[in-house]
């Protein structure tokens, strides 16, 4: 292909996706982790953030940053298996495997990261690895790069699940992986009946608790919540989310994370995080031990507002956490859809396909536990005049 001919398949492509209002851009936002983000100079209540419990601002972890930075410098400088280890990693992984009450912790640049890690290390060519439909892309990505045979069952659907189980029983190695909170549905998985299949077709189970994590189970997450954290085999987890900073994390049996250690493309071969960002994981791991009312009270806060919604005669699908979808269906409507709301001081994001399926594009309103009582009334204000435009 000469570069004239790919240069105009690009343009080709780009306009086709300005079309189909499919194009994106990063918006336009300063202070984006804040309770408050500014849009085009303007203050905005944020509800497009992952910062479900509001730490990304809290002094202590900024005062851990910094102390980390003064101490350690601003960089890791290599690869953890080289030189770029310090104490307060190791401190972060024992005080996070005990909060998680497994035997070890094993810590990662990014959730994306310890996805495609744990892929890439446990499944191979001769593997199947079952996972839900709607998983999240970095898990889509492990397995691609694991080349392991991968098995999609319609999303949440157990039947299917098993079915998908039973044709695939005489293989040797088997994994099941699911997001615990599904990121653009809000939705929990069946984690109990998920588990029951694993042990009866001797599977490995997984499970993404980015979205749990802080929120459910006094800030341990689903399987916590449910009482099954023992028969879950690798709990991948992330500090980008629930805990304000970054870094994704798997928790599990000592022999699991040292094959995790060993095998993991993305540990291996990667600088590790910077002290800074070490220094706040661990202020936040330990005010969220600590104290797990910011997510009680997020619950609390996200059922009312569900509930209202669903009053006006919104589509929250099955949402039953912080994540509460307002289905609109169509790309161009849910893009005018959010500047409405904008006009009323409340910023969303709009989420359209290839993100979720076609005909389901959507404002993805994410609830932040320091929400006061009046901004959930601006809120709900701001979605009952959506509600009048519309109809
Ligand atoms: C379910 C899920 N897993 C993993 C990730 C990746 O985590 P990170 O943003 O820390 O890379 C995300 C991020 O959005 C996610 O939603």
Redesign the pocket.
């Known amino acids: 292909m000469t570069p004239k001919s790919f240069y105009r398949r690009i343009e080709g492509e780009l306009a086709d996706l300005e079309k189909a209002s499919l194009f994106r851009d990063i918006p336009d936002v300063d202070y984006g982790s804040a309770r408050e983000l500014v849009f085009r100079g303007r203050n905005l209540l944020n509800l497009a953030s992952?910062d479900y419990l509001g730490l990304a601002n809290d002094e202590r972890l900024k005062i851990a940053a910094v102390g980390a930075v003064e101490q350690y410098g601003c960089g890791s400088a290599a690869s953890r298996l080289v030189t770029g280890n310090f104490r307060l990693y190791d401190e972060l992984e024992c005080e996070l495997a005990e909060f998680k009450e497994q035997e070890a912790s094993m810590l990662f640049t990014?959730?994306?990261?310890a996805?495609l890690a744990i892929m890439d290390s446990f499944a191979g060519r001769r593997t199947i690895v079952f996972s839900d439909k709607l998983n999240?892309a970095?898990?889509l990505d492990g397995i691609r790069l694991s080349g392991a045979r991968h098995v999609r069952y319609r999303h949440n659907d157990i039947a299917h699940l098993k079915k998908r189980m039973e044709s695939a029983k005489d293989v040797d190695s088997r994994i099941l992986v699911t997001?615990t909170i599904f990121?653009m549905d809000g939705d929990l998985a069946r984690l109990e009946e998920i588990a029951d299949l694993c042990d009866f077709y001797d599977t490995m189970l997984v499970v993404?608790e980015?979205?749990a994590e802080g929120v459910f189970g006094s800030g341990r997450g689903i399987s916590h919540e449910r009482n099954i954290a023992d028969r879950v085999d690798l709990h991948m987890g992330?500090f980008?989310?629930g805990f304000g900073s970054?870094?994704?994390a798997v928790s599990g049996r000592k022999d699991l994370i040292s094959y995790l250690r060993n095998k993991g493309r993305s540990f291996v071969f990667s600088t590790a995080l910077s002290p800074a960002v070490i220094g706040a994981n661990l202020a936040a791991l330990r005010l969220i031990a600590s104290d797990s009312s910011r997510g009680e009270r997020l619950l609390v806060m996200s059922r009312e507002l569900k509930t209202y919604l669903e009053s006006l005669g919104f589509n929250c699908g099955d949402s039953a956490s912080q994540i509460i979808p307002v289905i609109l269906g169509d790309n161009e409507k849910v893009l005018a859809a959010r500047e409405k709301i904008i006009g009323e001081g409340v910023y969303t994001a709009a989420i359209r396909p290839p993100t979720v399926p076609d005909g389901t594009a959507r404002l993805r309103i994410s609830l932040r536990a320091d929400l006061t009582d009046d901004d959930l009334q601006k809120i709900k204000t701001a979605f009952a005049k959506l509600k009048t435009d519309l109809t």
């Open positions: 992952n990014s959730g994306y990261a996805n999240h970095s898990i997001d990121s993404d980015a979205h992330a980008s989310k970054l870094g994704g």
